[in-house]
């Protein structure tokens, strides 16, 4: 008959499998921020010094590099910042909204043509961006929102809906529905059961979702370029291309920008870290 091994074995196996997880994360972890690295060390020191490699000596950092991405006379950033903050900010918020109530209509109502309806969300999102890139640019033509950030944004928006619903529906499913049944009893309607019972519940999921859309938007670069051309009006992603010279490429210029483009995202993220881990990973019940 043969021995049970003791349980202080098998929980030392366990923390070397744990340990061993942990280096291998922490080595992919190294691998994605070494070009993260290299662009804020070629951001932050003179262009001169770091011809030869960013990681070579002597490390000597300046800001003159933001300062003319900042200021730069043909593409400067701080309008570009300003155009991208703009329009991410209003291409999160309007989908989010809407989709909070689709996505609840399609959890907790049962209508005809519901099914129908929810087949052509998951249809909507397997089309790409390309596919629809020249109706798209005709229908804001005809609309006069061309070459507007008000038309950026619609299109932001409208693209957002599908995959924000599904996202939102499946998390509302999770709520304890019986909360709701409480409310009716006191009298409440549907529009007030909506507002001060489910979507409080909803805020780590519109989180999760916010995060994401805004980091969307805010990356996008191929549909501003084909909707978007004034100077004015041209997004960050538009603008760090241009930073390039026709002869010479200025690479701490280009990381300058590319900095300066990471960090509004970076920052949603991190203040909203704690509600985007608990949106994504399930339910809340109060």
Do not use: C
Not at 54 to 71: E, I
Not at 130 to 137: E, G, L, S, T
Not at 175 to 193: M, S
Request: glycine share 6%; net charge positive; proline share 7%.
């Amino acid at each position: 008959m043969q021995k049970k091994p003791k349980l202080s074995a098998i929980g030392a196996k366990l923390r070397k499998k744990h340990i061993l997880a942990a280096f291998v994360a922490i080595a992919v972890g190294l691998v994605w921020l070494v070009p993260f690295l290299g662009v804020v060390m070629t951001a932050l020191r003179p262009s001169r010094d770091v011809i030869y490699g960013w990681w070579r000596p002597p490390f000597l950092f300046t800001a003159d590099n933001l300062f003319r991405a900042w200021t730069h006379p043909t593409a400067s950033l701080a309008t570009g910042l300003r155009n991208s903050a703009q329009m991410a900010f209003f291409a999160t918020v309007l989908p989010t909204f809407i989709a909070s109530l689709m996505a609840y209509g399609l959890a907790r109502l049962r209508f005809p043509g519901r099914g129908p309806i929810l087949m052509t969300i998951g249809l909507l999102l397997a089309i790409p961006q390309q596919m629809v890139a020249w109706p798209v640019f005709q229908l804001l033509h005809q609309m006069g929102l061309l070459n507007t950030l008000t038309g950026l944004i619609l299109v932001h928006s409208a693209w957002a809906l599908p995959w924000m619903v599904f996202f939102l529906r499946g998390f509302i499913e999770t709520l304890p529905i019986e909360l709701e049944e409480a409310a009716v009893i006191d009298g409440a309607g549907r529009f007030r059961t909506f507002f001060f019972i489910v979507f409080p519940l909803m805020l780590p999921a519109l989180a999760s979702a916010m995060v994401l859309q805004f980091t969307w938007a805010w990356n996008d670069f191929f549909m501003a370029l084909v909707l978007v051309y004034d100077p004015k009006r041209m997004v960050v992603t538009q603008q760090i291309p241009l930073l390039r010279g026709q002869y010479h490429v200025d690479w701490g210029l280009l990381s300058a920008g590319a900095l300066l483009a990471m960090l509004p995202p970076l920052l949603v993220f991190i203040f909203l870290q704690r509600y985007f881990v608990r949106g994504l990973v399930g339910g809340a019940v109060k």
